[in-house]
């Protein structure tokens, strides 16, 4: 009994102390904050055609080619009015891809809205680099 109590005890010191200060009264900083931009999302000229009365949902590809040492948060934004997109904060972790793997799919869901087309656009940020590519909606009476 005493043991675990003692395991959970230094688990959750472990946990919401953070790490430990760096020599000499330093700060620690991640190792990834000034890290150079060497990664790039690249553009597939995705599209969807929504169908007016009924709206849609469907998923975006993100690939992104090169290598990361942070996260990058991904979505869709510049939507038409009252649609949503995938789930706040997803993040691709640290890592690397060439140009031929999908990395994550950002659901997006377009309510009914009014015939037009509408220019919106995937966006991915490692917080020191963002970037984005366009995104086509085509809304229609019918879609084919």
Known sequence: MRLALGLTIGLALALFTGPPAAAAGGTTAATYDAAPVTWKLLDYQ?????????????????????????????????LPAGSTAGTPHAFIPPGSN?????????????????????GAVLWASDAVETQTVPITIRVQERCP
Do not use: K, M
């Open 46 to 78: 995705q599209a969807i055609c929504v169908d007016a009365r009924y709206g849609r949902s469907t998923y975006f590809l993100i690939v992104i080619q090169g290598s990361w040492s942070a996260p990058i948060e991904v979505t869709a934004r510049e």
């Open 98 to 118: 060439d140009d031929h793997n999908v990395l994550a799919l950002v659901p997006v869901v377009v309510p009914p809205t009014p015939v037009g087309v509408y």
